[in-house]
């Protein structure tokens, strides 16, 4: 949504280490920026057939920045419900 895309954190370390402390002060302070939590619909089509709307796919697009941050946030509390019992597989 603002333009920016994943290949700017992987190839400027620089720009990762500023992202990083933009996370931790996110995590400490529970505040998630407005801009994080918006995304974008588009419809793709999946055929020709564009008078039909189940010929359309829905795909969301989020900032680069807030989907690193939801997937961490993902995977931390998938290894800690996991780790304590709270689900069990």
Known sequence: ????SFLVYKKCPNALEFLIRIF??????????VSWQRAIII???KSTELNDPAE????????????????????RLS??????????T
Request: no cysteine.
């Open 1 to 4: 949504m603002n333009g920016i």
């Open 24 to 33: 931790e002060r996110a995590w400490t302070e529970k505040s998630i920026p």
């Open 43 to 45: 419809l793709l089509a």
């Open 56 to 75: 359309f796919r829905p795909v969301t697009l989020f900032n680069a920045e807030g989907r690193l941050f939801f997937t961490l946030m993902h995977r």
């Open 79 to 88: 290894d800690y419900t996991l780790k304590h019992g709270y689900i069990i």
